[in-house]
């Protein structure tokens, strides 16, 4: 009866009618009737013996009676003390199980929640820090993100009240947890702005005194959130307390802490990502994420129109486009696949959130936040991608938004002198140099176009002239970037076609982790963007759908597309029955028409004992013209996962050939008039190849489907296995690097001999995936369903590595560090290896030294490393194997120097001139030396 009430009537979140059951409520209450089913008709002493009895029978029992538990405390409040008392004393992980589902349920469900189960979240996160249970801490930073801002409704201020009684009750356990000391300033710093009403002034006067003290007593803390614990204190400082704080900042800084050295030394320090990420709650990081990630460019207008009715529709919001516009810069960044697809582009959603601006205390805000990270720029520690939305959203909406652009320049010229008058040398430094790598990154040609702009007036170009002289004096190296030189039709838009580009405008930024559009040479880039607000200036949608791209570099899809040839030459050169299937083909655009035809064409092939090799290229003609779309267009689903999805897209008639060729028997003589057609058709269309290979990993008619491919490339004329093989996954690379990524695992296991250890083609696979798709290799390999190296090749792939990528150099390394290869056969390469040219494998080498006990060979190459160059290596793997294998380290470098000092001279040299010679005294000596130093410095300090 009990299950049945609590399966009509839930009682821990809100659903509608139609609206499932949630799993997470489901399986706290297959936890709640596991343990009813126990401790039913028992006293309290017999159902604590019960208990105790079970849960000690297995991992099952634990998790289902602790989320029993758990499930009491949050939905009935008169049990709640003693469920409470009853986890801790039962619990055997220290209630590690329970602040994970906990986390789970606030961050995925607590909008869902009902409002009782709200308040017992609240009490049962206060009893975890009451009594100081490792982990308390992540659930309140979890709580602490649903505190949204921009947001004063009674629910929302009720949860940061309540939190902030927490932090105040228990204020000596929360100073310990320095990084939610951090996160906490950082939130009710934020949530101040919000709380200026009257009826919310004893509340925001607990939130000033919490910050301030905090922020006095525990500065070293607060450090770690950057620059933009400045920009909030700016929001702020006219509160009075906080206005002798900051006083105290810029005059006196070390009286708050010896070790800060002011201001500077904050916007030195660029903000963490889980600061930005903090003050927006899940759900809308879920909604800009989606946005970013998802909707295409022209279609985001009902995307944006929801999220403003959702979050921006009051009049505190208009705090909350800050929040927005920092995270967008600072936590958004697109990997190359978005970047060069029809994905709305970030400089577009930040180009809306400006115009729905209402307030000019709020616009200045909002622009304050999208330059905020260019003031105090510095390459070496900034990413490229923090400032490249502001200079787009100004240069893209020159033409269909001239005020933005104005607006944003104005604002950028005076806020070089005013944003921090005793620091406006270092911003305007800042800003410079952000302006600099926006040119050495390409990420725009040349600023001429904007900072010469017709449309602005003469005062501020003015102003531009004399705040950026140096800019302002180069010209334009592209003079089809002007204004003047684009056309109303030539926009920037998302492609009509759904098919993504397979070649992006893109290029691997060495020195930085970030990616960024590159704009090719030679290509016309008038300015132009699309907002979602009805100003008359906008281009109409309908209008914009229609144009084509001007931006992305040829699709190599494009290139593969056939040009219009006249058939009729060719049909003539077929038999009668051939010539009318090509026809049908060419006179039908249904997919299950086309694929009968295509099957009875292959079935008269096999019969025509005429069929010869000009019937077949001209017939190879005709089909590689008629089913051109079919090599062009996205093959690959993605919905990968979903086997139906994968049967969906081998459904169309060029698969039709490949399936009749696998069904036909190999001592079929008529197999080869398959193989001379799809050998012509490949010399037409290269990407036949890659097609074939997946749809022999897809179809699941036989085993062993690959060697169907091997004869494909045996009948091909001139082409051996390795060649056509590489050359197909080239191509495939090229075009779509999921599906590339997806044929992976089989080639290495199908073609073994000429996959394992091919350096060209590991360089192809790690100069294209991302960090999802390593991810997915990585798994493949502890799974042992891929092998990617062998012994004999393995020196020879480390070489060739060598001039590879940054990036690509670490993927290499970490699907080495997947392999498990033993050391010693990484260890010929280190004696190659130089500083600087070749950090990359020194840091990998380094790490993997590190997670070995030193041996005779591994010290040996270690010494013979040059100590006296900048070279860090030998320095700091000795130093770890000092502390960490003390006598293992001792006795092997006793038997270095005693081979060196016992060996006749002659053997020496002879050892020398073979190469087997180890580390000299001197060196080893040296090397000592430098050690012993850096243990004495250490053990000073």
Known sequence: ????????????????????????????????????????????????????????????????????????????????????????????????????????????????????????????????????????????????????????????????????????????????????????????????????????????????????????????????????????????????????????????????????????????????????ISRLTPDMEAKIYFLLTKVRFGQQKRYQDWFQRQYLATPESQSLRCDLIRFICSVVHPPNEILCSDIIPRWAVIGWLLTTCTSNVAASNAKLALFYDWFFFDPERDSIMNIEPAILVMYHSMRPHPAITATLLDFLCRIMVNFFPPLSSQVRQGVYTSLKQILEKKVLSSISPLFDNPKLDKDLKGMIRTSFAEFCSLESELPQYTLSAAKPDDMLLPPADPVLPSVPPICKIENDTESLPVIPDGVTLPPTAMFSDDDEDDIPLGKLKKQEPKVCKQNTKEKAKQDDVDLSPYLEQLDFELKEAVLQIQGTRDSEQQCEV???????????????????????????????????????????????????????????????????????????????????????????????????????????????????????????????????????????????????????????????????????????????????????????????????????????????????????????????????????????????????????????????????????????????SADPFALSILRYWSQEHEDKLAELVTMQLTRQTTTPRKQRLRDKQQGKSGPGVVQILYHLEQLRKTLKSTSCE
């Open 598 to 868: 295509m099957d009875k064409l292959i079935e008269t092939l096999i019969k025509d004992d005429d069929f010869d090799a000009d019937m077949s290229a001209a017939l190879a003609t005709c089909l590689c013209q008629l089913l051109n779309e079919q090599f062009t267009n996205q093959l690959f689903p993605e919905e990968y996962e979903d086997e139906e999805a994968i049967e969906d897209s081998i459904g169309t008639s060029l698969f039709v050939i490949f399936r009749n060729l696998c069904q036909t028997p190999e001592e079929d003589p008529s197999r080869q008039q398959i193989l001379q057609l799809l050998g012509d058709m490949h010399q037409r269309q290269p990407r036949l190849g890659y097609h074939l290979l997946y749809f022999l990993k897809a179809n699941k008619i036989c085993e062993d489907n690959m060697t169907h491919y091997k004869d494909f490339c045996k009948s091909l004329d001139g082409k051996d296995l390795a060649g056509c093989l590489l050359s197909d996954l080239q191509l495939c690379q090229e075009d779509d690097v999921h599906l590339f990524c997806y044929l992976i695992p089989d080639i290495y296991c199908q073609f073994a001999s000429i996959a394992v250890g091919n350096p060209e083609l590991l360089n192809l696979i790690v100069s294209c995936v991302d960090g999802v798709q390593l991810q997915e290799l990585v798994c493949h390999v502890m799974q042992g369903n891929l092998v990617m190296f062998r012994k004999d090749s393995f020196l020879s792939v480390l070489n060739a590595s060598l001039e590879w990528e940054t990036f690509e150099q670490y993927c290499l390394w970490t699907l080495i560090s997947a392999h498990t290869i033993p050391v010693d056969y990484i260890l010929p390469i280190l004696p190659k290896l130089e500083f600087p040219q070749h950090a990359e494998p020194l840091t990998s080498l380094l790490l993997i030294l590190k997670q070995n006990c030193p041996s005779e060979e591994s010290l040996s190459c270690v010494l013979r490393r040059d100590g006296r």
């Open 1 to 276: 009866m009990m299950a049945e009430t609590t399966a009509s009537s839930p009682k821990l979140f809100v659903f509608s009618t139609v609206e499932p059951k949630d799993e997470l409520e489901e399986r706290f209450e297959k936890g709640y009737q596991f343990l009813t089913s126990i401790t039913k008709g028992l006293s309290e002493r017999e159902a604590n013996d019960a208990l105790n009895t079970s849960i000690c029978r297995g991992i099952q029992q634990h998790e289902d009676i602790s989320l029993g538990l758990v499930y009491i405390i949050l939905t009935e409040p008169q049990n709640t003390q003693r469920s409470y008392r009853d986890l801790t004393l039962l619990t055997r992980d220290g209630l590690n199980l329970v602040m994970t589902f906990l986390n789970r349920v606030i961050i995925e469900k607590y909008t869902k929640l009902l409002d009782a189960a709200r308040i017992q979240v609240l009490w049962f996160s206060k009893e975890l820090v009451r009594n100081q249970v490792i982990g308390a801490e992540s659930v309140c930073n979890a709580l602490l993100r649903q505190i949204a801002g921009g947001d004063i409704s009674p629910k929302n201020i009720w949860l940061a009240e309540t939190l902030l009684e927490i932090f105040l009750e228990f204020k000596p356990w929360f100073e310990k947890q320095s990084t939610l000391v951090a996160i906490v300033v950082y939130t009710y710093l934020r949530l101040l702005v919000d709380h200026g009403s009257l009826k919310l002034a004893a509340f925001r006067q607990k939130e000033v005194d919490l910050c301030c003290s905090l922020l006095r007593d525990k500065i070293l803390d607060c450090l770690a959130i950057g620059r933009d614990l400045v920009r909030l204190l700016q929001d702020v400082a006219r509160i009075p307390e906080f206005e002798k704080l900051w006083k105290e900042m810029m005059q006196t800084p070390a009286t708050l802490h010896p070790q800060f050295s002011g201001v500077h030394q904050l916007m030195s320090i660029r903000t963490p990502r889980k600061y930005l």
